[in-house]
């Protein structure tokens, strides 16, 4: 199991720009990473992800307006966020999987190593 924290949530008014951290007890190269997102009432749902080639991948609201990057000496995972909207107000997770696949901001499969406990993104309008 690995070990997982994230920081850096905090309250942005709408247009606004914030960049969350995970840090990763562990080598990040060894798993798939990902931000998750969930807000009261909703589904968790995937916002990026990134290989073990530095390969990303994106949800669609995500798309241009998000940047998912690692750090391998650090063994941190950052979200760049940027043109923010209200409607992306929620907790923020970090995830290491074993899965070796991507597609639409998530890592494939139920093979999760780790979650953080979340960060909490405010955006108002």
């Known amino acids: 199991q690995v070990q997982l924290v994230e920081s850096g949530g905090g309250s942005v008014q709408a247009g606004g720009s914030l960049k969350v951290s995970c840090a990763v007890s562990?080598?990040?190269?060894?798993?798939?990473m990902a931000w998750y997102r969930q807000t009261a009432g909703k589904e968790r749902e995937g916002v990026a992800a990134?290989?073990?080639?530095?390969?990303?991948s994106y949800a669609d609201f995500a798309l241009g307006r998000f940047t998912i990057s690692k750090d391998r000496a650090k063994n941190t995972l950052y979200l760049e966020m940027s043109s923010l909207k209200p409607n992306d107000t929620a907790r923020y997770y970090c995830a290491a999987s074993r899965s070796y696949q991507l597609i639409r901001g998530e890592c494939t499969g139920n093979q999760f190593a780790g979650w953080g406990q979340g960060t909490l993104v405010t955006v108002s309008s």
């Open positions: 990134i290989g073990r080639t530095d390969v990303p």
């Open positions: 562990g080598d990040i190269e060894k798993y798939c």
